[in-house]
C-alpha cells in the first residue's frame, strides 16, 4: 500500500525557516515525481514545488522561487522542502504527492497523497 506521511509544519514567524519532509511506505521515490502543494481555505490548491527523482529536474512556483528548495533522499525514501524567508502568504496546508507517470506540476496528475502538514506563519 502507498503511505505518504507529510511533517514538519508548525508556527513560525515571518523571516523564519521550516522544513517540510515526506516520508513514502509501500513504494520508492526513486522512480518517480513528487510534489509538494498546498491550500488555503476557499483556494484551490496550488503547486509550491516538484523534483523527479529519475533525472533530478526541479520546479518552484514563482512565489517560492529562490526561497524554497526540494531535495530528494532516496536513501531515506524522503524528500524534503526547505523553507526560508517564510511569508504570511506562505501559511497553508502543506501537501505532498506522487505521480507515478511523466512529469509536471499539475495537481490533477499525481496519483497519491500525503494527508497535509501545517504551516502558520505570523507577522
Known amino acids: 500500500e502507498v503511505q505518504l506521511q507529510a511533517s514538519g509544519g508548525g508556527l513560525v514567524q515571518a523571516g523564519a525557516s521550516l522544513r517540510l519532509s515526506c516520508a513514502a511506505s509501500g513504494f520508492t521515490f526513486d522512480k518517480y515525481a513528487v510534489g509538494w502543494f498546498r491550500q488555503v481555505p476557499g483556494k484551490e490548491r496550488e503547486v509550491v514545488s516538484c523534483i523527479n527523482s529519475i533525472d533530478g529536474r526541479r520546479y518552484y512556483a514563482d512565489s517560492v522561487r529562490d526561497r524554497f528548495t526540494i531535495s530528494s533522499d532516496n536513501s531515506n525514501n524522503t524528500v524534503y522542502l526547505q523553507m526560508n524567508s517564510l511569508k504570511v502568504e506562505d501559511s497553508a496546508v502543506y501537501y505532498c504527492?506522487?505521480?507515478?507517470?511523466?512529469?509536471?506540476?499539475?495537481?490533477?496528475?499525481?496519483?497519491?497523497w500525503g494527508q497535509g502538514t501545517l504551516v502558520t506563519v505570523s507577522s
Open positions: 504527492a506522487v505521480r507515478t507517470t511523466g512529469w509536471g506540476h499539475r495537481a490533477q496528475e499525481y496519483a497519491y
